[in-house]
């Protein structure tokens, strides 16, 4: 299996810093209709690379929204082995989409108290 940094992935020889993460994320065409599921593996400030669940075709645009950024508009710069990279209209701060997924991770209920045992077990 090739590696994302091999010549069969074009788009991983950007030159943007990517975060690798786990998001899940809906592609719609221009008209608004829903076309794929994706699960976004790494972003960037200018593109992702994700799991789709549909064949899709380089070259097709798409607009997806991501949690912290919003909704952007992209196009699909490649897909191999249920794959694809997405190039984005404009950039986006990546970081913003890690902040809401440490934002939205549960935290105690009011009057939870963390405690927190130190013992040896036998």
């Given amino acids: 299996m090739p590696h994302e940094t091999d010549d069969a992935y074009p788009a991983a020889n950007r030159a943007a810093k990517r975060d690798s993460l786990f998001l899940l994320t809906e592609l719609f065409n221009e008209d608004g209709t829903s076309i794929a599921s994706a699960r976004v593996r790494n972003l960037s400030a200018t593109g992702l690379m994700a799991e789709c669940d ?12 991501l949690r912290g950024t919003g909704e952007i508009g992209a196009t699909i710069s490649w897909v191999r082995d249920g794959r694809l990279g997405l190039v984005f209209d404009h950039s986006i701060d990546p970081k913003a989409a890690r902040r809401a997924i440490a934002a939205s991770s549960p935290s105690p209920s009011p009057g939870f108290t963390v405690t927190r045992f130190s013992r040896t077990l036998r």
């Fill in 54 to 65: 549909r064949l899709l075709v380089e070259g097709d645009r798409v607009r997806l929204t």
